[in-house]
């Protein structure tokens, strides 16, 4: 009996000291702060708040606050591809591993405007930036106009739509500005978000048979550039 009582004791102590030891090396994990949003600024920090240029290679903690609804978050390089959900908010933890190699890090609505790059540790050559792919009738979209003048239309996951397959799409349209609307032209379809005034979320099944291009557009903002494409093809 005192022998399995010592023997319970001695294990119950590697427990604790298990737990203890998991606990000081979670406490010593690196962490890096992103943030994205609520404007069109997008950033990725040191504790210090200096910019992420260049890390050691290792495991980090990287804290995410997604302070937009019209944007996301995407850190990809080797062994990481993370992003939040565009139409959501919130703050996030990823655990990541960086390898030698250069990685970035960009709003997946505003790819070209909204971006970043570091290295971890000296890669021998950088990343090319991701490439659009062909969009299907698969997936779901949605086309965000303002409030700002800006106009958007994205698949449900936040990829930019530039190219779109033959079908018909569930459009998620979200009109957010008494002075905008919301327009979609393509062959054989034409629609927009009526009167002017209105505010608020619709859904349209949008039917592409002919191969071509879909623009959408806020029609009092057109000419200043609140407007988008994407080609139809087969």
Not at 2 to 25: M, N, P
Not at 83 to 95: A, F, I, L, N, Q
Not at 187 to 210: E, I
Request: proline share 6%; net charge positive; with cysteine.
């Amino acid at each position: 009996m005192t022998r399995v009582l010592a023997l319970a004791v001695v294990l119950a102590a590697a427990a604790l000291l298990g737990a203890g030891q998991g606990a000081a090396d979670r406490a010593q994990t690196p962490k890096l702060f992103a943030s994205v949003g609520p404007g069109f600024g997008i950033s990725l920090e040191h504790a210090d708040g200096t910019q992420v240029t260049k890390v050691d290679p290792g495991t980090y903690d990287v804290v995410v606050k997604d302070l937009a609804d019209e944007h996301s978050f995407h850190l990809t390089g080797p062994g990481v591809d993370r992003r939040t959900d565009v139409s959501e908010t919130g703050e996030v933890t990823w655990t990541v591993t960086f390898t030698e190699a250069v990685y970035q890090y960009f709003c997946d609505v505003h790819p070209l405007a909204m971006r970043g790059t570091f290295t971890a540790g000296n890669p021998p050559s950088t990343t090319p930036p991701p490439t659009p792919g062909v969009v299907t009738a698969k997936s779901k979209l949605v086309l965000t106009a303002g409030p700002e003048e800006v106009i958007t239309l994205k698949t449900s996951t936040g990829k930019a739509v530039k190219t779109m397959k033959l079908g018909t799409y569930t459009m998620v349209v979200r009109d957010r500005g008494r002075i905008h609307d919301a327009h979609v032209i393509a062959p054989g379809y034409n629609r927009k978000t009526s009167p002017l005034t209105f505010v608020g979320t619709q859904t349209w099944k949008v039917k592409l048979a002919k191969a071509g291009t879909l623009r959408f557009i806020c029609d009092p903002h057109d000419l200043t550039g609140m407007k988008g494409s994407a080609k139809i093809v087969r």
